[in-house]
């Protein structure tokens, strides 16, 4: 794979596997009051 | 205020972030996002993509849920009640027909596409395409809709058979209620969809030149996605692909998500929801949609032909041949995922177009859940009429334009300043930030209230005034030299002159033309918009005449 590609796309890739990852496990975490 | 007449409410918090990014996750994750990439600079599209999603995507997803918790505190489950909860003016309430609207008209041909998708299940799983060429796989889409018959009007039999029967799921789902229904099959769908979703990227990767008849690594593929073209960057054109691409696929702008909102407590998290299920919507589509579709397509047809046919259509007229080269059982199994996974897409998508329309009913009229879900389903089926039935003729398009694009950009942009600047910034602050599980950094502050609007007023006015190849330099140029602007035929403005068509007469030699088509069509929105108000203007009044407090009552 291309160099500049493979780096726009782990990129693009971490952004959101971090974001995701990261709110997701604090949702996951927080539940809700009556749960 | 009035109570809320038996409260329902979310069951799980993560049943609630997955019907939300349910509802956002779609056919065009998998679909357009590839295609808007390729097509507006490869790898460089994820800059204003990213972009986009941080400075608008982001705060419109806290706007609506914003808003829909907060209608949702006076018994609101449906925008108009919501819009007119926000200020003074009794005419914000009418600009809130646009959420119901919106859900009915685009559930109405959105609900006919899944139908397409839960059909290519049965079809891959009982073989039919099987040992077919490219050309006879691409005529059974034609056949399956009954295009180019040379008639206007198609009679697409087999096509109808499943469309009533995803209607009919769609309302068994939503006739169960927020927690028994909605969120059950979100809960069920989502999941499936995701691992469908892997299996068929890991394959796509995976494909090697030589490998089932493959002429290309997918890596070339991946490399035609991911590839940069930095000088997009300075296109205008690329950017308001981008900002387009964060808007429709975040499904904001219709109405659904406030009225998912709606059945949170008052001091209930929606940061944190709204995040989440805004980042779930992302990887599902730059994870998973740009793995499968453009890396298998290349490894089998090559760039050039990537290059002229990549869109929509692909998914039906295109992939079912491409899993044909893995065998009749690996076949069938690709074919099932595939077409599986867009089915959950649009599930979990349409039922969130009903909620809203049936909460409306429900409020509006006191119909039980059950009349408000059969309600829907008649309303949904009498709309998809012309979309089936002059689907050639441009119904279907028509639709798609005005209610499908067109009108979410408009409510997007009226409620962000009704949000911001009526009920007033502080107060949108306070109502996001109520029960946060995450601290918004006070950046954000400055961007709803000025970048948001105006990324919105870009998209809204890029659609409006898009040029002819979106070429807006030349059109500037065109412009300053007394040639006047040359609209695109896709543009607003285009749309509504009839760009690009030579004769706009209805009937020739007595016979009915496509623009007459297209233009009853618009007709046919229009009267469905002016209904939805009037509505509204009578349900406002009866209620006016009941309560004590008519602005606060319980629609």
Same mark, same amino acid.
């Given at each position: 794979m291309k160099i500049s590609a493979l780096i726009m796309m782990l990129f693009a890739w971490g952004v959101i596997i971090f974001f995701t990852g990261k709110f997701l496990f604090k949702a996951l975490r927080t539940k809700k009051e009556e749960e | 205020m009035t109570e809320i007449k038996k409260k329902e409410e979310w069951g799980s918090r993560i049943g609630l972030i997955l019907a939300v990014a349910g509802n956002a996750v779609g056919l065009g994750n998998f679909l357009r996002f590839p295609a808007q990439a390729v097509q507006n600079g490869?790898?460089?599209?994820i800059i204003p993509y990213l972009v986009s999603f941080f400075l608008m995507g982001i705060p419109l997803l806290w706007i609506e849920w914003a808003i829909g918790r907060h209608g949702g505190k006076y018994g609101y489950r449906s925008t108009p009640g919501m819009l007119d909860s926000l200020g003074k003016s009794k005419l914000l309430k009418y600009f809130g027909v646009f959420g119901i609207f919106t859900n009915l008209t685009v559930a109405a041909y959105y609900c006919y596409i899944e139908s397409w998708t839960l059909s290519y299940v049965w079809h891959s799983i009982t073989g039919t395409?099987?040992?077919?060429?490219t050309e006879q796989i691409s005529l059974f889409f034609s056949n399956f809709l009954d #295009?180019?018959?040379?008639? #206007?009007?198609?009679?697409?039999s087999e096509a109808v058979i499943f469309f009533v029967v995803s209607i009919a799921l769609n309302l068994w789902i939503l006739s169960r209620?927020?927690?028994?229904?909605i969120e059950i099959a979100s809960k069920i769908g989502m999941p499936i969809l995701i691992l469908f979703g892997i299996f068929l990227a890991i394959r796509a990767l995976t494909l090697k030149a030589?490998?089932?008849?493959?002429?290309?690594?997918?890596i070339v593929g991946l490399n035609f996605l991911w590839e940069p073209q930095f000088d997009s960057l300075s296109n205008p054109k690329v950017w308001l692909a981008a900002a387009g691409q964060i808007f429709f696929t975040l499904s904001v702008g219709m109405g659904s998500i406030h009225c998912y909102a709606a059945y949170l407590k008052e001091k209930e998290d929606i940061a944190l929801n709204a995040a989440t299920a805004g980042f779930m919507n992302e990887f599902v589509e730059v994870i998973l949609g740009g793995s499968i579709i453009i890396p298998i397509a290349v490894a089998y047809l090559g760039l050039d032909w990537i290059k002229t046919n990549v869109g929509f259509e692909m998914g039906f007229r295109t992939m079912p041949m491409l899993f044909q080269h893995w065998g009749p059982l690996f076949a069938a199994v690709a074919g099932m995922t595939w077409f599986g996974l867009l089915f959950f897409a649009g599930v979990t998508s349409s039922i969130a177009m009903g909620q809203p329309v049936m909460a409306y009913l429900q409020d509006a009229f006191n119909l039980s859940r059950k009349k408000s879900a059969l309600t829907f389903g008649a309303m949904t089926i009498l709309l998809a009429l012309p979309c089936i039935f002059f689907y050639e003729a441009g119904a279907f398009g028509e639709f798609d334009y005005w209610a499908g694009t067109f009108s979410l950009v408009l409510f997007a942009l009226g409620e962000s300043i009704i949000f911001v600047w009526v009920f007033g910034i502080d107060n949108a602050w306070e109502e996001i930030n109520r029960g946060a599980d995450i601290k918004i950094p006070l950046f954000f502050k400055f961007v709803i209230k000025y970048i948001t609007p105006t990324f919105l007023v870009a998209v809204f006015v890029g659609s409006t005034l898009k040029p002819v190849d979106g070429n807006w330099g030349a059109a500037f140029g065109n412009l300053f030299s007394g040639n006047g602007w040359q609209f695109a035929a896709d543009s607003v403005i285009g749309n509504i002159l009839n760009v690009g068509i030579a004769d706009t007469r209805w009937f020739i030699n007595g016979i009915m033309t496509n623009v007459f088509i297209i233009d009853m069509t618009r007709i046919l929105l229009f009267i469905a918009f002016l209904l939805i108000s009037a509505s509204v203007h009578f349900a406002w009044r009866k209620k006016k005449s009941a309560d004590v407090k008519p602005e606060r009552s319980s629609l």
């Open positions: - | 490869g790898g460089a599209f395409f099987s040992g077919k060429t #295009l180019g018959n040379g008639s #206007l009007i198609n009679f697409p209620g927020i927690s028994k229904g030589g490998d089932h008849g493959a002429i290309y690594d997918s």
